[in-house]
């Protein structure tokens, strides 16, 4: 967990893979769900689909926001760009750490 | 495997700041079933205490206060379906052997850090629960044509239980306009979809048959527990589909399946209504309607939803919960339940879930 937090705050969202199965292991862990294998840290191609979104007025998270599926794996981030829409192709610009600890992710919508 | 009663319970007044600690809060639903059983102290097998509190070694602390020795005693924690967790736990050990008696309580206060799974880190910064539950409310919009007003009157239904219940932290009214126009959250979530996590406590005891028998004309029987856990964080629960609970559906079915019960024969519900849209979402997942069709879902002639005010009425001291929701079907059951008797019922369930849906339990309780 601490090495995949070291890339975040270099704004660089990387994903553990089994070793083994070559399963990609969300929320980070260096073992293995399914085989139970030593997993590796891995580069991750940051591109995924919208498949919710709606609009935050909560204090220092407000904005559009949703949950994007990154070839398997979920998450929950800020979503820029114009229009947005369901099932629309969007991908990660940015990630780090908020002030509070928390892990930000941002996506832009591509344009169609 | 051997039957198992509730036999009495209580539930303290729901508060949004009391001037009781934790294990005072504990201890008063617990003196509350002391005081008006027949069971004395020593003959409790075993204390459990569900809470999210941090605070250590606490089911013992409560032991301590109440000069109660019993051979068992811990901490269970499930952040919001703790208190179910705990009667499941009790349940076991009574129908075992292990135990005759277990007192379950649980309590908790506003301030708890529960309300936050700062582990899962698929949530990004939208940590707080009412994002999640956002997100499944869009859905259910988008897919099945439900609509803000269809979440706000549930809302409005579970205030008017409330009103009755004079333990619940909201006992007034409200209409639809104040749902409709009170602040908005996150879209499509208004302030009055919300629970409200605050201070409480609620206890109840469990008995095995011939110690019941001898306690009570009157046991309320677990005819029926499910329960599934699909995993912790939202990247897990999401991957079925945003508009229905897989925890919940499962869970239902193995309670239907021990109680040989089925939806049609439950007379009375206390769901899991954290947020309006959960409301929605359990009438389809515990079979009450079909798939979509929660948002109409028009219940008064069938079953009795949520009579105590549910936990947008009462409040949602966490890890008392599920032992409020289990009290008030017994309640009723026994026909004790006062000004909010839902006249001729005979069986009851409860449905309780945790973090977005994560895991969920159902019991199924019968006359």
């Known amino acids: 967990m601490q090495e995949f937090l070291d890339y975040i705050r270099k704004g660089e969202f990387r994903i553990y893979v089994c070793a083994s199965c070559k399963k990609k292991i969300w929320p980070p862990s260096q073992y293995c769900p399914g085989c139970l294998s030593k997993a590796d840290l891995k580069k991750f191609e940051g591109k ?25 794996i979920r998450l929950v981030g800020s979503v820029f760009g114009r229009p947005l829409r369901h099932g629309m192709e969007v991908t990660m610009i940015n990630c780090g750490i908020n002030s509070d600890g928390s892990i930000f992710y941002h996506f832009k919508g591509h344009k169609v | 495997m051997h039957n198992v009663a509730v036999v009495s319970y209580g539930t303290s007044k729901f508060s ?32 459990l205490f569900s809470t999210c509190s941090p605070e250590q070694y606490g089911s013992n602390i409560i032991c301590e206060m109440l000069d109660i020795h019993p051979r068992i005693s811990h901490r269970i924690e499930s952040l ?60 259910h919009m988008r897919k099945y044509g439900t609509t803000e007003e269809q979440m706000a009157m549930i809302s409005v239904m579970n205030h008017i239980g409330a009103e009755k219940n004079p333990n619940a932290l909201f006992k007034h009214k409200i209409t639809l306009t104040d749902v409709m126009h009170s602040r908005k959250i996150v879209e499509p979530i208004k302030l009055l979809d919300c629970s409200y996590t605050c201070d409480g406590s609620s206890a109840v005891l ?95 002639n069938e079953i009795a939803i949520n009579p105590r005010g549910g936990i947008l009425g009462c409040g949602h001291p966490l890890g008392a919960t599920g032992l409020a929701q289990t009290a008030e079907v017994a309640a009723q ?9 839902i006249k001729g019922c005979k069986t009851g369930l409860v449905h309780n879930l945790a973090a977005a849906g994560t895991s969920a339990t159902v019991i199924i309780l019968g006359v």
């Not at chain 2, 059951?333 to 008797?341: F, M, N, P």
Request: with cysteine; charged share 20%.
């Open chain 1, 48 to 72: 995924g689909i919208l498949l919710e979104f709606t609009f935050s007025y909560l204090k220092n998270i407000e904005g559009m926001f949703g949950i994007v599926d990154m070839s398997g």
């Open chain 2, 16 to 47: 949004k700041e009391s001037n009781l600690s934790l294990f005072e809060l504990a201890c008063q639903p617990c003196i509350e079933i002391l005081k008006k059983n027949k069971i004395t102290k020593d003959k409790i097998d075993a204390v």
């Open chain 2, 80 to 139: 919001c379906n703790s208190g179910t967790n705990a009667i499941v736990s009790a349940y076991s050990y009574i129908s075992s052997g292990l135990c005759d008696s277990v007192l379950v309580v649980g309590a908790e206060k506003a301030s708890t850090p529960a309300n936050r799974l700062i582990w899962d880190i698929s949530r990004g910064s939208f940590t707080y629960p009412v994002c999640w539950a956002a997100l499944f409310a869009r859905a």
């Open chain 2, 206 to 300: 469990l008995l095995s048959e011939h110690k019941a028998k001898e306690a009570t004309d009157n046991p309320v029987w677990i005819k029926g527990i499910g329960q599934h856990t699909v995993g912790a964080s939202f990247n897990k629960v999401t991957h079925d589909d945003l508009t229905t609970n897989r925890a919940t559906r499962i869970a239902a079915q193995m309670a239907y399946n021990m109680s040989d019960f089925s939806p049609h024969d439950i007379d009375i519900v206390e769901l899991h209504d954290a947020f309006t849209i959960l409301q929605i979402l359990a009438y389809e997942d515990l079979g009450f309607t079909e798939k979509g069709e929660g948002g109409k879902f028009d219940h008064q």
């Open chain 2, 333 to 341: 059951l026994s026909e004790k339940a006062g000004k909010r008797q």
